[in-house]
Nanobody, 126 residues
Framework: QVQLVESGGGLVQAGGSLRLSCAASGRTFNLNAKGWFRQAPGKEREFVAGIAWSGLGTYYADSVKGRFTISRDNNKNTLYLQMKSLKPEDTAVYYC???????????????????WGQGTQVTVSS
């Protein structure tokens, strides 16, 4: 059974930092594109960051560019999202996702991903 499990969320003050992790089990995703999405209350799920299968290409939503960094550790089959200079508008449930297809480029649409984690809450207080 394939599972993606996020961790690292929590409550932080504006200007603070958090690092989210997404551990995969059941199969490896070393050759697959992966990404992070978020969903705030009353809003649709939105793309945050994506990384190509090679790890050499990344892409960020304008709202997080320069503050968030996506990375992966193939040895640990884990995806990360380093978040700095957090703002109250970053408050949301954060989800990691993985594409089932190998050798894919950066995926920005939620319908391009096949596997999803259960989400981790990030709350940024002002």
């Amino acid at each position: 059974q394939v599972q993606l499990v996020e961790s690292g969320g929590g409550l932080v003050q504006a200007g603070g930092s958090l690092r989210l992790s997404c551990a995969a089990s059941g199969r490896t995703f070393n050759l697959n594109a992966k990404g992070w999405f978020r969903q705030a209350p009353g809003k649709e799920r939105e793309f945050v960051a994506g990384i190509a299968w090679s790890g050499l290409g990344t892409y960020y939503a304008d709202s997080v560019k320069g503050r968030f960094t996506i990375s992966r550790d193939n040895n640990k089959n884990t995806l990360y999202l380093q978040m700095k200079s957090l703002k109250p508008e970053d408050t949301a449930v954060y989800y990691c996702a993985a594409d089932s297809r190998q050798y894919g480029g950066i995926r920005r649409g939620s319908d391009e991903y096949d596997y999803w984690g259960q989400g981790t809450q990030v709350t940024v207080s002002s």
